[in-house]
């Protein structure tokens, strides 16, 4: 991808290698070819990582911005849970409340998220295992082993710790796969003792268990994708029914199942298994959201309000859950409640959490209807001062939207799992902002 964190620490992970082997021994180990072939992947990716600079330096990417503050909102999360953390895995569900831009699935530094997530002690149990490993393979090098393995194992290990100090590799598979391979050659090749019998046959089962659990997990996530490419939703729900035997604990899955039956007509069932989802996952707003929408059109009211209410409370910052609290002001009468909302939707938008988010390009469309509704609003009161400013923003905001059309689309397919908006709609509020005389700004 270009990354620059990625390309600076290959070159940290090179200047480790030469200053841990000496210069002399790189010419004389099979070192040189690793390190000819990283300086060949250094200049096939020269070109992007100086594009990526001087679009940081010009104001184009906010990358730098954004981690920061995603840095700091870590920090409080840490610091409201230093003992056992939120619990592996939860950071993408936990980190609302803390957040202070744009939501994001991980902390763009895999320390702080596993500190997070583990707790301090996990956190520094977790750089003890790192630790040990470079230790011993760092002894192994300066002690004249000709194996290549030791060298490869010190530079690797420097080169993914430096890039997941900015990034979040480690809580990625095939990154993570690779990370406990090294570790696990490092050990292997400073313990020529070997394990005792009893050591053996526990971490053998142990592993069995766990890879047996893996493939339950994967096979089961299989057959809800396979669901989402069926012929008819019911083929999709037996699909999904099938999945979650297998993996009774996915609330993603849960989830599914929900917007099946919803599809299918079945809001009432649909909302059980939101409720269940929710069970198994408190912390995602994305799924009060869901179960709000389901009772609210089926007319359950207070239970929609109070799901609603423990959505936003687990993400502050969701466009969608306060546009849709605002949409039940309004069935209720409250229009000066809905304007709240919607004003609330608009201040988050022109504040840190819409200027600086992990994916700048993606515009959410609540912004853009709570601009037009207020406009209106003001219109209806003659406050055309501020109304103007409304339709300024509705149209700045559209306009935004459609010159990232392609991954506004593919983002309400992957994330939002729902159909994207209309183009025609967007271009529908463009054209009322112009014929009031505005043009993009």
């Given at each position: 991808t270009g990354s620059k964190g990625a390309i600076l620490a290959l070159l940290i992970g090179l200047v480790v290698c030469v200053s841990v082997l000496?210069?002399?021994?790189?010419?004389?180990?099979g070192a040189l070819a690793v390190l000819v072939l990283a300086a060949v992947a250094w200049t096939i990716s020269g070109s992007t990582l100086t594009g990526r600079i001087s679009?940081?330096?010009?104001?184009?990417?906010?990358?730098?911005e954004f981690r920061k503050l995603t840095w700091q909102a870590t920090g409080k999360m840490i610091a409201a849970h230093p003992v056992l953390g939120t619990g592996a895995g939860t950071f993408g569900t936990s980190f609302g409340p803390y957040a202070t831009a744009g939501w994001t699935a991980a902390a763009h530094n895999a320390f702080l998220q596993t500190a997070a997530e583990t707790g301090i002690p996990g956190l520094i149990l977790f750089v003890i295992a790192l630790g040990s490993a470079f230790i011993g393979m760092f002894r192994a090098v300066r002690s004249g082993v000709s194996d290549v393995l030791p060298m490869a194992a010190v530079g690797g290990l420097t080169a993914s710790a430096a890039h997941n100090m900015v990034d979040f590799g480690w809580t990625v598979w095939g990154p993570a796969a690779i990370l406990w391979l090294i570790v696990g050659m490092a050990w292997k090749h400073d313990d020529g003792r070997g394990a005792s019998r009893?050591?053996?046959?526990?971490?053998?089962?142990?592993?069995?268990a766990a890879l047996i659990a893996v493939l339950l997990a994967a096979n089961a996530q299989s057959m809800d994708d396979d669901a989402r490419q069926a012929q008819t939703p019911e083929d999709a729900l037996r699909l999904i029914k099938t999945a979650a035997y297998l993996d009774p604990l996915n609330a993603d899955i849960a989830v599914h199942e929900g917007d099946v039956l919803r599809t299918m007509g079945n809001p009432e069932k649909a909302v059980a298994a939101y409720y269940r989802a929710a069970g198994l996952s408190k912390g995602d707003g994305a799924i009060w959201r869901r179960l709000g929408e389901t009772l609210l059109e089926i007319g359950r009211k207070d239970e929609a309000q109070s799901a609603l209410e423990a959505g936003l409370k687990a993400s502050p910052f969701n466009y969608r859950i306060l546009s849709a609290l605002a949409r039940l002001d309004i069935s209720e009468g409250r229009q000066d409640d809905a304007n709240g909302r919607f004003r609330d939707i608009i201040a988050l938008w022109e504040g840190p959490v819409g200027r600086f988010s992990a994916t700048p390009e993606v515009v959410p469309m609540e912004p853009v209807t709570a601009y037009r509704t207020l406009a209106l609003w003001h219109e209806s009161r003659g406050e055309m001062v501020e109304a103007r400013r409304m339709w300024q923003g509705a149209l700045n905001t559209s306009m935004k939207y459609l010159r990232n059309k392609a991954a506004n689309e593919m983002m309400w397919k992957a994330v939002h799992r729902d159909d994207p908006v209309e183009e025609a709609e967007v271009r529908a509020i463009v054209e009322e902002a112009r014929k009031r005389g505005l043009s993009p700004q």
């Open positions: 000496g210069i002399r021994k790189v010419f004389t180990t679009s940081a330096q010009t104001g184009q990417a906010h990358s730098s009893r050591v053996v046959l526990t971490v053998t089962a142990g592993l069995t």
